[in-house]
């Protein structure tokens, strides 16, 4: 079965501190997409990053990083010196080349407070 | 930004009556989709097209039909509303394989089923 777990409900943190919103995958597939959606109050969703399951390489964009590790299925999001903008429902999804679908997790909440 | 507009964005209606809500993307993309949004739920797939006259269901399709009858336009419809359907629905599109293109999203409509 495909599975995505974003065990962190709500996190709140205070401007400029790092933050890490993990996310924990199922699949028995060997081809896979990994990706992460921002949510700001707005509530559009926002492409964030798009990871395929042969690329381990950590990924950094200004002040997001990702860390992709297959041996412990996780594809973990950080990001360092938050600012209050940074408030969002963030999301984890995975795509499986076997389900032909996208599962999202069910969302981690950050609020960044001044 | 993806060129996708949703309409109507916010719609009140009354248990029983049909609601139709509309997706319209300016991409040409081959695939759309609707998910809808409910708390603790993340989004769930409801249905999905992979062209023209072509779709199929997703993971909570019971109560929802589609239609497709032009690249750009996608319909989701509630044949009769039930209050167990009030939701944010957003529509995604992508290029190709649902689950491994990225899949960009609309603004979402909220629906409030009395």
């Known amino acids: 079965a495909q599975k995505v777990t974003q065990a962190q409900t709500e996190i709140s943190v205070v401007e400029k501190e790092d933050v890490t919103l993990d996310c924990v995958y199922e699949t028995r597939d060997t081809t896979y997409y990994l990706f992460w959606y921002k949510q700001p109050p707005s509530g559009e969703l926002v492409f964030l990053i798009r990871r395929n399951s042969f690329d381990e390489q950590n990924e950094i964009s200004g002040r997001y990083s990702w860390n992709f590790q297959k041996s412990t299925s996780s594809f973990n999001f950080t990001i360092t010196a938050s600012q209050v903008v940074d408030s969002a429902v963030y999301f984890c999804?995975?795509?499986?080349?076997?389900?032909?679908?996208?599962?999202f997790g069910q969302g981690t909440t950050l609020q960044v407070k001044p | 930004d993806a060129g996708i507009t949703q309409s109507p964005r916010h719609k009140v209606t009354e248990t029983g009556t049909p609601v139709t809500l509309r997706c319209h993307q300016t991409?040409?993309?081959?695939?759309m989709y609707w998910y809808r949004q409910d708390p603790g739920h993340g989004l769930r797939l409801i249905h999905y097209s992979y062209g023209v006259k072509d779709t199929d269901k997703g993971e909570v399709s019971d109560g929802y039909s589609v239609s497709r009858s032009k690249t750009e336009d996608f319909l989701l419809t509630l044949e009769s509303a039930t209050s167990s359907q009030t939701s944010v629905y957003f529509c995604?599109?992508?290029?190709?394989?649902?689950?491994?293109?990225?899949?960009?999203f609309g603004p979402g409509t909220r629906l409030t089923v009395l």
């Open positions: 991409e040409n993309h081959r695939y």
């Open positions: 995604a599109i992508s290029p190709g394989d649902p689950a491994l293109d990225t899949q960009y």
């Open positions: 999804a995975l795509g499986s080349s076997n389900t032909g679908k996208l599962i």
